[in-house]
């Protein structure tokens, strides 16, 4: 098939008309005054990033995290508290959310990866609950009531308070971190990976070292969804426990599910799909979740691949 055909196929159409959209959001805020719209979307370029995150343990490796969020929330809380104690150069709250999320996920990775299945899942979960509750009771940083950030990451000239140059970052780190995941999954590294997903005893046979694989793209996992933590919580100017309690685990399972697993661009179809039927159905009942609910099963029981999956068939 020759290049043209090929970026007609309704795949590639989507994908590029979803990213054209995105980088002339701002434009059209511009010109109408619709502020809402831009925050909404720069809440589903960073949500995406996690979302890609989990997806390269998730759908490329076969780890099914359920405490994934934890690592919003670290990333969220690292930037919070060095704001809280007068810190707000970016070039430092930036890379501590990082490593801190890389390290938490280093120590629950070395002790949850020696276990398969259901007890994985629950020591994932049991790990993001006892920060969850280790949050709450940090009462100088606001315990159950959340903080409030008082200031944005600051770097130099560079003012993270013009929301057009937030978003404008936030979708650039997006598209960087497709392309790392994407450029990740097909090297060697990626190879090996996807590899134990489909068979872990035989490429344990053939000589790789498959828990430290791993553990590398476990870690890997975290340290990008810390960063989609520090970006939330300069977003939102405010962290809580409950950016890692375990629904919004869920929340993000759900939306690399609906755009697809093991695809590059899934978790971001996922996340602007369900973000935009949350918002959607939050105005018009008090109770999204009861139309929200059955409408994913639906995708879940139907749509084999997610909504990537079903355009890719369509394409074929």
């Avoid at 925050?39 to 780890?63: K, P």
């Avoid at 919580?233 to 939306?255: C, E, K, Q």
């Avoid at 009861?290 to 995708?299: I, N, R």
Wanted: charged share 10%; net charge positive; aromatic share 12%.
């Amino acid at each position: 098939m020759t290049a043209p055909f090929a970026l007609a196929n309704p795949r590639n159409a989507a994908v590029a008309a979803l990213l054209v959209m995105l980088a002339l959001l701002p434009l059209y805020t511009a010109l109408t005054g619709n502020t809402f719209v831009m925050t909404l979307f720069t809440r589903v370029l960073i949500l995406a990033i996690a979302a890609g995150s989990l997806n390269l343990i998730m759908g490329y490796g076969g780890m099914v995290s359920f405490g994934h969020a934890v690592y919003l929330g670290l990333g969220g809380y690292a930037i919070g508290i060095l704001a809280k104690e007068g810190i707000n150069a970016g070039l430092l709250q930036w890379p501590v959310a990082i490593a801190v999320s890389a390290l938490f996920a280093l120590v629950v990775g070395a002790l949850s990866l020696r276990t398969r299945g259901v007890y994985f899942i629950m020591i994932t979960l049991a790990f993001a609950q006892m920060v969850y509750y280790v949050a709450i009771g940090l009462e100088r940083y606001g315990g159950d009531d959340g903080l409030t950030i008082r200031s944005r990451s600051t770097f130099g000239m560079v003012d993270l308070n013009n929301k057009t140059l937030f978003y404008y970052l936030c979708f650039a780190i997006l598209i960087a971190n497709i392309y790392l995941i994407a450029r990740l999954v097909n090297s060697r590294f990626g190879l090996v990976i996807q590899g134990v997903r489909s068979n872990e005893r035989r490429m344990r046979a053939i000589g790789f070292a498959v828990f430290r694989y791993k553990l590398v793209c476990f870690v890997i996992a975290g340290a990008l969804c810390g960063l989609a933590g520090a970006l939330l919580a300069n977003h939102t100017n405010f962290i809580s426990p409950a950016m890692m309690f375990w629904t919004r685990s869920g929340d993000l399972m759900v939306m690399v599910v609906l755009g697809g697993l093991a695809t590059p661009f899934g978790p971001l179809i996922g996340t602007v799909t369900f973000l935009l039927l949350e918002e959607a159905l939050s105005r018009v009942t008090e109770y999204p979740g009861l139309f929200l609910g059955p409408a994913l099963l639906l995708v879940a029981i139907y749509l084999h691949g997610g909504i990537e999956g079903l355009l890719a068939r369509r394409a074929r």
